[in-house]
């Protein structure tokens, strides 16, 4: 079994930054992609950012160039480093972390985010 768990979030104030941090527990397999989505209320989840093992990384639009995505493969770790954060970015962030070779995809339970104008 695989368990996600989310960390860093938390109630700012437009222009400040937070960090975000998401672990992915298991004994036996090692991670390939790790990705943040966040869901804001009343909306879908949309995917934030990604990154692989290699470290290749994609961004959604709105957060190219404020959020830096990264990780940390021998803690099976991803960091998403928000900059600049807007009211717009209030909402849950999920964390999806997908298994090396079966490509089975374990969500964390998402922590908020809030921020205020």
């Known amino acids: 079994q695989v368990q996600v768990v989310e960390s860093g979030g938390g109630l700012v104030q437009a222009g400040e930054s937070l960090r975000l941090s998401c672990t992915a527990s298991s004994s036996y397999f090692s991670v390939s992609n790790m990705a943040w989505y966040r869901q804001a209320p009343g909306k879908q989840r949309e995917l934030v950012a990604e990154?692989?093992?290699?470290?290749?990384?994609n961004y959604a639009y709105s957060a190219k160039g404020r959020f830096t995505i990264s990780r940390d493969n021998a803690k099976n770790t991803a960091y998403l480093q928000m900059n600049s954060l807007q009211p717009e970015d209030t909402a849950v962030y999920y964390c999806?972390?997908?298994?090396?070779?079966?490509?089975?995809?374990?969500w964390g339970q998402g922590t908020q985010v809030t921020v205020s104008s």
């Open positions: 990154i692989t093992r290699s470290g290749s990384t």
């Open positions: 999806k972390a997908v298994i090396l070779g079966s490509g089975t995809a374990y």
